[in-house]
């Protein structure tokens, strides 16, 4: 039998070599599950917007409205704040709703700007994905992974 001692280290502890080199060796830990965009799918889910597919890589996202347009754009004034590309959005769809709807016509034939306002929005949460990504693949989201964990390293920075 043998018996090996290692010295383990936290984070702060570590030379700035070793902090890198843990966290390059890191890199991918607050992406590593389909947990890190959770959220942002829920969210959209309650205002009415189902995102069936998307993908960072290739730019793409697809999905449909759950309830009327009308209703996810009066769910987002109110529940996003004026900053969000989202709000613009939904403000815009709005504005053209009521301009096709004050019109002469019986029937109002809304599809064009229902079809833009859904691809606006999907574009949005693209961006959100994509910025929550780069967010949780940061340096500093991932030193705040390993320093919540607790994790211990090797003075070389491997995890242990």
Known sequence: MRIKEVKLYQFDELSPSSQ??????????NVD???WFDCIIDEAKELGLNIT???LYHRSIKGSFTKSEEDVAKSIKKEHG???????DAVGYLKE???I???KDDEPDTEAIDEEFLHSLLQDYLSLFNKEYEYQTSKEA???????NEYEFTEEGDLE
Do not use: M, P, R, V
């Open 20 to 29: 890198d080199h843990a966290i390059s060796h890191l890199s991918d830990i």
């Open 33 to 35: 599950s389909d947990f």
């Open 97 to 99: 709703l009521e301009s």
């Open 101 to 103: 709807q004050s019109s």
């Open 53 to 55: 597919e998307w993908d």
């Open 82 to 88: 004026e900053s969000c590309e989202t709000y613009h």
């Open 142 to 148: 991932i030193i705040e992974t390993i320093k919540a």
